[in-house]
């Protein structure tokens, strides 16, 4: 384990439905990140928090929204989601995201959106 | 933009041999840091060796050392001495330098090569 916790590991969901991922870092860090991961496709970063305020959105549809409470916790809720939302999710966390940290990474939740 | 390429989809390597992955990238700017993470079967990617691009030096990591080509914008890795727990997928890196800056800790990753150990 590298300290960053993410649940649910899977995740099934319909396009209509509401859900939330959930991300959790146990190693003193400010920043905290969300990435998809599609099959074929380079890891995309989406949203990037550091000291609890949100530093960079990338052109992310608003059917993800991100909340970040303090600098422990992260979530990514869902709502009216598309087939082609179907990926893994990573989280990841480092000190500083201003500075040249290494990022650590979460397990990833599967998302399947039917 | 800045854009990561990982031309090597899948690669193989028998136990105890050395492998190198390629990767190429593309960027108007002069500081930055390139790095290779891994990502096991269990999907924590963990890093692996990173490159500082003002070093002219290579990174090395035990086994792992890469042969990073600045002018012709290349970062290799090779793995010596190949193990089975190496077998992953492995995506190459880039981020601009922008200490203190408004750099907000943007990696551009590859599209990540699938290495396979044969015993």
């Known amino acids: 384990e590298t300290g960053v916790t993410q649940t649910p590991r899977h995740l099934v969901m319909g396009m209509t439905n509401k859900k939330s991922l959930k991300c959790e870092q146990h190693?003193?860090?400010?920043?905290m990140y969300w990435y998809k991961q599609s099959a074929k496709k380079p890891l995309e970063l989406m949203f990037v928090?550091?000291?609890?305020?949100?530093?960079e959105n990338n052109s992310v549809p608003s059917r993800f929204s991100p909340e970040c409470p303090n600098s422990s916790h992260l979530f990514l809720h869902l709502h009216t989601l598309q087939p082609e939302d179907s990926a893994l999710y990573l989280c990841a966390s480092s000190q500083d995201s201003r500075k040249i940290n290494e990022q650590f990474f979460g397990p990833g939740t599967r998302l399947t959106v039917l | 933009a800045q854009t990561v390429t990982q031309s090597q989809p899948e690669m193989s390597v028998q136990e105890a041999e050395t492998v190198t992955l390629s990767c190429t990238y593309d960027?108007?700017?002069?500081?930055?840091?390139l790095f290779w993470y891994k990502q096991p079967p269990s999907r924590q990617m963990i890093l692996v060796i990173r490159?500082?691009?003002?070093?002219?030096q290579n990174a090395t990591e035990n086994r792992f050392s890469v042969n990073f080509q600045k002018a012709a914008k290349s970062f290799s890795l090779k793995i010596s001495d190949s193990q089975l727990g190496d077998a992953a997928m492995y995506f190459c890196a880039y981020r601009i330098n922008n200490a203190g800056g408004t750099s907000y800790g943007k990696l551009t990753f590859g599209q990540g090569t699938i290495l396979t150990v044969h015993p």
């Open positions: 928090y550091n000291f609890k305020e949100q530093t």
């Open positions: 960027t108007s700017e002069s500081d930055y840091y």
């Open positions: 190693l003193g860090h400010n920043a």
């Open positions: 490159q500082e691009a003002y070093k002219q």
